[in-house]
């Protein structure tokens, strides 16, 4: 297969060409892959694209800060990133690697329940980088994504290594009761190759079966609103729902006691055809207004104008895949930095350009639909 040449990356879209002529194509299919005939992968950024900016001028923009709190934890950035399985298949040193690039740059990462590496071995990595505060106070956070399999006593060993290693947060993961049709990979057979394992369940492994099919013997598909309250009822940890892409859910999260809501559509790989995250925002966030419930974003958000437009539109925090797999794919913890930086040195410039100097000046009024300007509507 001729590959195309690699680019001095300047943007995330630079880091996804490049990692399109390294990876080999059974990992570069998983990646990239949505399910069926990823419309809303595709929607996922193109929704981006349809909002417009309203920016504020003569504001003093000279000193951006763009440090926020995730319940209750100060971090860097509003920047995060989102749990992908199987981060080995990208660069040897996987999930070790992000978690150093995370905690270097004092950044939320969530890790994946299927990573190659355990949740010791990741946490532990990313604590190799000193924690110190810097002045701005801010602090790496490590949260943990959670699949609730049938075997709930591994379900609550898993938390409670989980809680030990550090982690200050459950994601459980609710829009995966069966894996979505991903086609490459049915072509492919995808499986984890054999060097490798899924590090926090080496007993019950994928290698044998497609993904498809070790979802089916192990996630439980009777996963309903009563076992999001067991896991709470078992944990002191804060938990974090992640898959809430409508109002009438949001409610009900928000009904079942959850700490915060992520609007997410796994990056468009399981139920084809829903809404793009960042339209259904919107209804999320008025369902749960007044509840207390922290509302973050994920799918699609590849430059510091997307962070800048979903924070304007009221989410919280903004959480990133795919592009960490292209960092990471480029050149691992290097790469995993430089995707960070490059998307955080754009949303300090949108940010300035947009008038705002912190956090909470980003408002509703910096963002609309379509491109009629207000005076006419
Ligand atoms: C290769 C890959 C693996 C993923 N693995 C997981 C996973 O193990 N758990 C999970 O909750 N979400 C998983 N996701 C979904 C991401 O957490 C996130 O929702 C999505 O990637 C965001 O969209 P983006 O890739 O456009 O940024 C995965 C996504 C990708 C691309
Ligand atoms: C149960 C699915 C695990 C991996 C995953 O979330 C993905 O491939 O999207």
Known sequence: MSRLPQLVPISIADLEHNAHTTLA???LDYYRSGANDMQTLKDNQDAYSRLRLRPRILRDVSKVDTTTTL????VSSPICIAPTAMQRLANDAGEKATARAAAK?????ILSSWSTTS???????G???????SASGALPLFWFQLYVYKD???????IRRVEKAGYKALVITVDTPFLGRRLADVRNVFKLPGHMSMANFEHKDSKESSLAAYVVSQ???TLNWSDIAWVRSITKLPVVVKGVLTAEDAKLAADTGVEAILVSNHGGRQLDGVLATIDALPEVLEAVKGRGVEVYIDGGVRKGTDVLKALALGA???????????????????GVSLALNLIQQEFELAMALAGCCKIEDINRDHVQHGTTARSKL
Do not use: S, Y
């Open 25 to 27: 194509i059974n990992a």
């Open 71 to 74: 319940l209750g934890h100060k």
């Open 105 to 109: 740059a004092k950044k939320c990462m």
């Open 119 to 125: 949740a010791e071995d990741t946490i532990e990595a």
């Open 127 to 133: 604590r190799e980088v000193p924690w110190d505060q």
């Open 152 to 158: 709930r006593v591994v379900t609550e060993q898993l």
């Open 219 to 221: 996630i439980d598909p």
């Open 316 to 334: 919280k925090a903004v959480f990133l895949g795919r592009p960490i797999l292209w960092g990471l794919a480029h050149d691992g913890e290097e």
